[in-house]
């Protein structure tokens, strides 16, 4: 498998690229609409043919590459299900399994940072866990049908309970941690050490945080897999 | 074999993390000043004890976080033969190989970014290349003794020769790559293909780039491992 994790600097997201070796498909996982040149360079420099853009969920802080991938590759766009995006190809719903090639990716239904949310287990070893748990932290809860109840069930329940050493794969990190594991998580992870789902959701409910800077363009073009109005044909 | 790539956004520098799985010891590869404070967390998290900080070279663009681990630790200062570290406890020169629990570190002398400098080959799969070769570019040659006719020969015939699949990590990015592997390097990396000898040194010789922010704290401060006048005892 070639794996290769891609950061965006203004917006502090992390894209995944997962290519089959035998097949030469490959798969990006949250795209971001300002990095598609670079994206599609080095997937054509790894000899792999894009097919999938696949989605975590609608985000609020950075507008989707897909709509651009789609329109420049004829690829597809994955979405979780229920997430209101209209022009998905496809939706994954909680314990589907995709493949690609001899990869498999199943779907974790996440919920809490957004009504609609998966993860991504990555052939049994690496979960992309999107905005739900990220390193040190998780996603926040408080716009977007955001449920701090879910995101402490979800996260405790269906990721806390993969093994140990699964490699943690997260949406966004800003103080320059790339990777963790699902055993330092639970060790170590000060959103939910010592706290039950009760103090969990006080601690969610009084971040006072301000909007992402994008939210207001961000989330109706990602429900149009990023095919903003004022964005040039290219 | 522990090993994480850490970022630091100021100045874009990377950080590697290398701990032995048996012995619990671990090394810090180019680690910054602002972020020690992030690396001793992860690093007691791990369980790892921190026994060497290993620089690639003396930097220009951040001040190494060195003489503020070893402060804080105990732990010794490696640096490449010919630095002007006055304050290193050991230099590793070409070839030189260090033990890590099971883990082996081999010096590559790999100068041009500065007249002093080495990469490090990690368990044979994987080469630390700090400010010579980067993902799609090379260190600039232009100040601090720098030599573009050094950087091509040591780039093309100390790295380029290494097996292809290698992984390359890089001393810095700018661009949002976090790994690279020689072979898409040699057949890639603009500033060197279809480039000779020649050509390579007039490109390096015509760049024009301004100096770093900091050059003028950091190289002293470097060359006393950190240890900057203006710096608080913590």
Redesign the interface.
Same mark, same amino acid.
Do not use: A, S, T
């Given at each position: 498998m070639i794996f @290769?994790?891609? +950061?965006? &600097?203004e917006t502090s997201t992390y894209t995944y690229l997962i290519g089959d070796e035998k097949t030469k498909e490959a798969v990006l996982v949250d795209p971001v609409i300002e $990095?598609v040149e @670079?994206d599609l360079k080095?997937i054509q420099?790894?000899g792999l043919t894009l097919r999938y853009c696949l989605e975590t969920h609608i985000h609020a802080d950075h507008i989707t590459g897909t709509g651009k991938l789609r329109e420049l590759t004829g690829c597809e766009g994955i979405a979780p299900e229920n997430a209101k995006i209209i022009c998905a190809n496809r939706l994954m719903k909680d314990g589907e399994i995709f493949k690609l090639g001899d990869i498999e990716i199943k779907a974790i239904a996440t919920l809490g940072h957004t009504d609609s949310h998966n993860s991504y287990l990555v052939n049994g070893d690496r979960v992309l866990t999107g905005d739900s748990l990220l390193i040190r932290g998780c996603g926040r809860t408080d716009f977007q049908s955001g449920n701090p109840g879910l995101m402490y069930d979800h996260v405790t329940q269906k990721l806390f309970t993969i093994s140990d050493e699964t490699l943690v794969y997260p949406g966004h990190d800003y @103080?320059? +941690?790339?990777?963790s594991t699902i055993g &330092?998580e639970k $060790? +170590?992870n000060p959103r939910f050490v010592g706290k039950n789902r009760e103090s969990f959701i006080a601690q969610m409910n009084n971040l006072n945080l301000p909007n992402p800077n994008k939210i207001a363009e961000a989330v109706p073009a990602n429900q149009k897999c990023g095919e903003v109005e004022s964005m040039a044909k290219i």
């Open positions: @290769r994790q891609l +950061y965006d &600097e $990095q @670079r080095l420099e790894l @103080r320059g +941690y790339m990777v &330092e $060790q +170590y």
